[in-house]
């Protein structure tokens, strides 16, 4: 299922032929520390991982479409017996060529001294200034050095650009096999939910439900979790990004839930909200049927040609409308959604891009004018996530209403991954449940 090495090669000439008389150059993800001398597992960078498929930490990959010789050069850790003992097997110089379809691979020991071949001759370096402070002042030294000497040479690069404004967009447009993976992410996590929703009782804590979860993502060939899950019962679902969940679940409580697993670097990402026990209580069924309305409604906005900003325009008239109904805002309609004054109860966006990064790579606004927002093609990926959450700690907008008792301590989102399809959307995620009745017991 995995992508194929042609897949790899074809997206090398799609953004190397974008590149002109350029040279990229991609640094590998930096290892994380968790404490001391131990460290997580090594994730590789996603435009790295995007454009070569090489998953091993200290390696540099370089794009020359201009040089002669090579077009696509990996610097790799060297096969090494006594170092791939402690940490782990390397693909190495020979490997990097063989199975990575390197035109040339060196080991990363050479790099200062092999890099300036494939930058001298280039009129632009592309490079993303990185979480590696260290690599990022390498790149700026060879920089330097070649624009010092750039009056002698006649050649060199004159500037450095973001790889992303070429990259990017290529990324937000998946291929058969990126969907794949990405519907196989979505199925284990929606197996998942499901079994969250079967297995959540009042008495067990947030951190159960969790672990059965996160057994699932990993019983099913996941590599875990695509992002902390989130398991929040009661008021704890207002903390948007809440991941103690270490709270007892009761029985009158509503449990959010926004979950997914990571498999093969693709990602799934979905949130359900559900009663606890056996009922929503009316204030939490009005509530629920509201975010419900409001998803339904922006899913519907998720087509070719829309604006990126359809979906979330949808959700914020449906939240504030309801809002207004149930007396929770008070005034115009059209003035309370110019105020923003839903804000309170729905501070965030209708979703993300979603693909290599859970928030992925991508473009959402294309220009400074209020309107000017990307518009969906066929192949994009993206959740919809509208929800109200309504915090003890509420401040209701300037002008509006205080909020009664009764309501606080509700939080409520709804998410599904979607598909934009050549002719509307594909909703990735729909084995998850979401109606009232299918909700209660
Ligand atoms: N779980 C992260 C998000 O929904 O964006
Ligand atoms: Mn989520
Ligand atoms: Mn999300």
Known sequence: MAITAQEYQQRRQTFMAKLGQGTAIFRSAPHAVMHNDVEYNFRQDSDFYYLTGFNEPNAVAVFAPHHLEHQFILFVQPKDLAEETWVGYRAGVEGAQEKFGADIAYSIHELAEKLPDYLKGSDRLFYHFGRDEKFNQTILQHYQRLLATRSKRGTGPTAIADPGTILHPMRMVKSEAELALTRRATAISAKAHLWAMEYAKPGLYEYQVQAEIEHLFRLEGAAGFAYPSIVA?????????????????????????????????????????????????????????????????????VKPGNSYQAPHQAAVRVITHGLRDLGLLRGNLEELIEGEKYKPFFMHGTGHWLGLDVHDAGIYKIGPEKDDWTTFSAGNVVTVEPGIYISPYIQPAEGQPEIADHWQGIGIRIEDDVLVTATGNDVLTAAVPKEVKDLEA
């Open 233 to 301: 019962g009661g008021a704890n679902a207002c903390v948007l990004h809440y991941v103690e969940n270490n709270a007892q679940l009761q029985d009158n409580e509503l449990l959010l839930i926004d979950a997914g697993a990571c498999y093969e670097y693709y990602n799934g990402d979905i949130t359900r909200t559900f009663p606890v026990g056996d009922r929503f209580t009316p204030e939490q069924r009005v509530l629920y049927e509201l975010v419900l309305e409001a998803q339904k409604q922006a899913i519907a906005a």
